[in-house]
C-alpha cells in the first residue's frame, strides 16, 4: 500500500517494533526471554550469541496484509525445536555439497518460451538484466559459509519439446498444438514433464508449473547433495488457483525452485512495490503510521485515501534518528537514504533484481535446512504473503535463525558476515540497493560483536 507521498519522506525515525496493527491481528510476539532461550539448545549454559538487540534485529513488522497479520498464531520454532526436528536432514561427510542449478537453457524446439520471460506490462524507464546464476551461486556460498556451494554446468538443463525430449508414443497427437500444454524440462538422467498454461493474471504470456519443476529438482539431486536449487527466469505458479508464485521449497527432499520473474524492477508499480520503504526503510515510523492509517481508512470504507495527505502524527513506536550511530539498523538506513530510488539506472535496477532474488534464493534453502518461517524478529525467513511485503524484508538471519544455520554449517558467525559483506562490496553491488545497506549493517553488527567479545 504505498504512499503517493512517500517520495518527500527522509525515514526521521526507525521503527524497532511491532506496528500497531500487529495487536489488532492478534499477534503476540514471544516474549524478551523466550526470545533469547529460543537460540539455544534447552541445556546450553553459554549466552554465546544469545542476545535480544533491537538495534540490530528489530521485531517484524506486521503491517496489514503481511504473512503474520493473516496467520498471527503461527507456531515459532526455536533452536532445540528445530534440532529436535524428527524431519529435519542433518548435515554429514555423505551429503554436505549445496547445489545451485542455473536457469534451463531453451532448445529450438521450444523457441517460443524465450519471449515468456518478458513481462507484457513493464514501467517505463531502462530494463534491468536478469540476474545471473554465478552471483546468486556466490551470494549463497557466502549466506552458507562454511558448507561448499557448487554451480552446476548450464549444459546438463534444457527446456525441450516434451514430445521431442520423450520416448514416442503411439496414442501421440500427430499434429502440435501453436502453444503446447506441456514442455520437458531435460536433465542427465531424464526429461521431466512441466506443466505449462497461459498467465493468470496477463503479466507474463505464460507460466512453468512449480510442483514440476520441484520432482524435477528430486530427480537431479546428485548423490553428495545436501541440498539443490533451481533457478528459473520464466513466471511460475503452484495450483490452478494460484496467480504466480516466487518460489518453494520442499524440505524434506532437500530441493528449492526460486523464480526472479516478478522481482523485476520493472513490476514495480503493478506489484505496489514502494522502492524508497523497501528495507530497511521499512522500519520508518511515519510510514508505518501512514501504512496503518491508510489501511484504517480503507476498512471503514473511505475509498479516497489516495488523494489526501498522509497524516503527520508520530508514531508511538520506540525510534531513533538515522545518523545517530546507535546501530546496525541505523547504519543501513543512512546508507539507503543516499541512494536514488526514482530515475534509476539500467544498472542500479538489475543489482536491485540481483538482490532480490538472492533474498529468496537463500530463504527457500533455509527450509531445506529445516527452517521454519520465523516469528521472533524480522528476519530473511519471515513468511511473506506479496511481493511488496518481500521487498520489506532484511537479508539478514536473526539470532534464532543464525544459530540454526551456523550449526548446520559449522561456520563461524564473524567469517560468515565478512564473506556475506565481501560479496555486498562487490563493484556493481557496493553502490546498490539491498546490497549497500545490508553491507553497512554487517560493518556495524561485526563491530558490536567485536565490542562484546572484549568486554567478556
Not at 553459554?46 to 538487540?53: A, F, P
Not at 489501511?295 to 545517530?324: M, Q
Not at 543464525?402 to 557496493?430: I, M, Q, W
Request: charged share 25%; with cysteine.
Amino acid at each position: 500500500m504505498p504512499s503517493n507521498h512517500s517520495s518527500v519522506c527522509t525515514h526521521q525515525s526507525i521503527c524497532f517494533d511491532c506496528s500497531r496493527h500487529a495487536a489488532q491481528a492478534g499477534f503476540e510476539r514471544p516474549g524478551l526471554e523466550e526470545r533469547v532461550s529460543a537460540q539455544k539448545e534447552e541445556n546450553e549454559s553459554t549466552q554465546s550469541l544469545s542476545e535480544d538487540n533491537p538495534e540490530a534485529f528489530p521485531a517484524p513488522l506486521v503491517l496489514p496484509g503481511d504473512e503474520i497479520a493473516e496467520d498471527p498464531e503461527y507456531p515459532s520454532q526455536s533452536f532445540q525445536e528445530w534440532l529436535d526436528k524428527e524431519d529435519r536432514n542433518p548435515v554429514n561427510t555423505q551429503r554436505k555439497i549445496v547445489y545451485v542449478a542455473p536457469p534451463p537453457q531453451i532448445d529450438d524446439s521450444v523457441e517460443f518460451l524465450r519471449s515468456l520471460v518478458q513481462p507484457q506490462q513493464h514501467d517505463k524507464g531502462p530494463r534491468a538484466q536478469s540476474p545471473h546464476h554465478e552471483d546468486v551461486h556466490g551470494y549463497v556460498s557466502a549466506f552458507y559459509h562454511g558448507l561448499p556451494v557448487k554451480l552446476l554446468p548450464q549444459s546438463t538443463l534444457r527446456l525441450v519439446s516434451w514430445d521431442s525430449g520423450r520416448k514416442p508414443s503411439k496414442t501421440a497427437p500427430s499434429t502440435k498444438p501453436a502453444r503446447p500444454r506441456y514442455v520437458g524440462l531435460q536433465t542427465t538422467q531424464e526429461c521431466v514433464r512441466i506443466r505449462l498454461r497461459p498467465s493468470k493474471d496477463g503479466v507474463f504470456q505464460g507460466q512453468l508449473n512449480l510442483n514440476d519443476l520441484l520432482d524435477a529438482a528430486i530427480s537431479m539431486l546428485p548423490r553428495d547433495a545436501y541440498a539443490l536449487l533451481l533457478l528459473v527466469h520464466h513466471d511460475i505458479y503452484e495450483d490452478e488457483n494460484d496467480d504466480f508464485s516466487c518460489g518453494r521449497a520442499y524440505g524434506g527432499s532437500r530441493v528449492a525452485v526460486v523464480s526472479s520473474a516478478r522481482y523485476n524492477p520493472g513490476l514495480d508499480e503493478l506489484e505496489s512495490v514502494e522502492r524508497l520503504h523497501a528495507w530497511p526503510a521499512s522500519h520508518c515510523g511515519s510510514y508505518i503510521t501512514r501504512f496503518c492509517d491508510a489501511a484504517e481508512e480503507d476498512l471503514r470504507g473511505n475509498h479516497s485515501i489516495k488523494s489526501k495527505k498522509p497524516r503527520t502524527k508520530k508514531s508511538k513506536l520506540p525510534a531513533v534518528s538515522p545518523g545517530s550511530g546507535a546501530g546496525p539498523m541505523d547504519a543501513a538506513v543512512s546508507v539507503h537514504r543516499s541512494l536514488p530510488t526514482e530515475n534509476m539506472t539500467a544498472v542500479s535496477l538489475s543489482a536491485l533484481w540481483l538482490g532480490r532474488f538472492c533474498r529468496t534464493a537463500s530463504h527457500e534453502l533455509g527450509h531445506c535446512f529445516g527452517i521454519d518461517h520465523c516469528m521472533y524478529y524480522a528476519c530473511s525467513m519471515q513468511g511473506t504473503a506479496s511481493v511488496g511485503e518481500d521487498a520489506a524484508q532484511p537479508p539478514y538471519l536473526c539470532p534464532v535463525d543464525l544459530a540454526k544455520v551456523l550449526h548446520a554449517t559449522s561456520g563461524d558467525v564473524v567469517d560468515r558476515y565478512r564473506a556475506l559483506l565481501a560479496f555486498c562490496e562487490r563493484p556493481g553491488n557496493k553502490k546498490a540497493h539491498i546490497f549497500a545497506p545490508f553491507g553497512a549493517w554487517i560493518r556495524a553488527r561485526v563491530k558490536q560483536l567485536n565490542v562484546n567479545n572484549d568486554d567478556s
